[in-house]
């Protein structure tokens, strides 16, 4: 009996890992939704701001870093920064 307990209350700790973990999972994606979304709205405003003062180079040197900073924001662009750290000083 005392081994059916003992594995009931693994089961649930297995459970509530799991469920914590894909809250976590869940919370880590929508922060970095947020971020994309915060990121891409500042540099648009900063692209706006500098379009309406005719300085249409820095416009779109903004625009450029705001795009570069999306892509890498998501999961393949940090795999690719990885990847690029790792070639140019070596695996740790």
Known sequence: MHTIHTIHTLMAATEGTGSLESAATKAG???RKVAMSLIALGFAIASIVLAFRR?????AGIFAVGLVAIVLATPAGVNVLRDTVNTLFGAS
Request: aromatic share 12%; hydrophobic share 25%.
């Open 29 to 31: 994606e929508t922060g």
């Open 55 to 59: 300085d249409f180079k820095e416009a």
